[in-house]
Nanobody, 124 residues
Framework: VQLQASGGGLVQAGGSLRLSCAAT????????MGWFRQAPGKEREFVST????????YYADSVKGRFTISRDHAKNTVYLQMNGLKPEDTAIYYC??????????????????WGQGTLVTVSS
């Protein structure tokens, strides 16, 4: 499975961005896609995940109510709509795909495929 992420950029605080992640290849080997992020000098952290079969979504507390994850089934693409962006959302955002179980959905170990990062910079 190959994951191609896009949509990062520079935005002012309070603004919006939409990230996209398209999956190609043997997409049947994954059942969830999501996003993680890593800010400078910090550990990678979970942001959000979408389970394909059930449509179940998961969010980090820090983004709940501001970010929305969705999927285009026909395009095997997951989107992350980010509204109300804050400077602390500045990070490289990584798309991830895999078959996480409930206990691993928020941990990177639940995902076997990763896309290249896309940089999101939020200015104050």
């Amino acid at each position: 499975v190959q994951l191609q992420a896009s949509g990062g950029g520079l935005v002012q605080a309070g603004g919006s961005l939409r990230l996209s992640c398209a999956a190609t290849g043997n997409v049947f080997s994954i059942n969830a896609m999501g996003w993680f992020r890593q800010a400078p000098g910090k550990e990678r952290e979970f942001v959000s995940t979408f389970r394909w079969a059930t449509g179940t979504t998961y969010y980090a507390d820090s983004v709940k109510g501001r970010f929305t994850i969705s999927r285009d089934h026909a395009k095997n693409t997951v989107y992350l709509q980010m509204n109300g962006l804050k400077p602390e959302d500045t990070a490289i955002y990584y798309c991830a795909g895999g078959r996480p179980i409930t206990s691993t959905v928020r941990g990177g170990e639940g995902y076997g495929y990763w896309g290249q990062g896309t940089l999101v910079t939020v200015s104050s």
